[in-house]
Structures are given as structure tokens and as C-alpha cells.
């Protein structure tokens, strides 16, 4: 089972020791979801006219077909 190393601090900033917790497969993948997602936001709002938006979409879908989902 996949595990996560948590640093722990107390209020006045001082580092406390690491605790080691596990965490699900399913809370791993939605964990590496939020992540893709933040990088495509910040990919979209890249995009500062029409030409940026078609390159976009342009690697967007190669991506997608050499991946087979399109």
C-alpha cells in the first residue's frame, strides 16, 4: 500500500517529527487527478488568443488519440 511521509509543526512553526500515514490507491489517483488538473487550468489560461487555443487543441487531441481515447 502506497504511503505519504506528513510533516508536522506546531503553532509556533517548530518542525515536529514526520509521521509516515497510508493512503488508498484510489486516494493516490484522485490525488494525481487534482494535479493533472491544475496543470490544464494553467495550460488554458495560457491561452491568450486564437492560435494559442488551436495549438492547444491540436496537442490535446494527439495526445488523446496516442493514448487511444479518441
Known amino acids: 500500500m502506497p504511503t505519504k511521509l506528513v510533516r508536522n509543526f506546531d503553532v509556533d512553526g ?14 493516490l489517483a484522485e490525488e494525481a487527478e487534482q494535479e493533472a488538473m491544475l496543470k490544464v487550468g ?3 489560461d495560457g491561452i491568450a488568443n486564437l492560435a494559442d487555443a488551436k495549438t ?3 496537442r490535446l487531441c494527439r495526445r488523446l488519440r496516442a493514448k487511444g481515447l479518441l
Do not use: H, M
Not at 517548530?14 to 486516494?27: A, F, G, K, N, R
Open 14 to 27: 517548530t518542525e515536529l517529527p514526520s509521521s509516515t500515514v497510508y493512503i488508498s490507491d484510489e486516494q
Open 42 to 44: 494553467a495550460l488554458i
Open 56 to 58: 492547444f487543441l491540436k
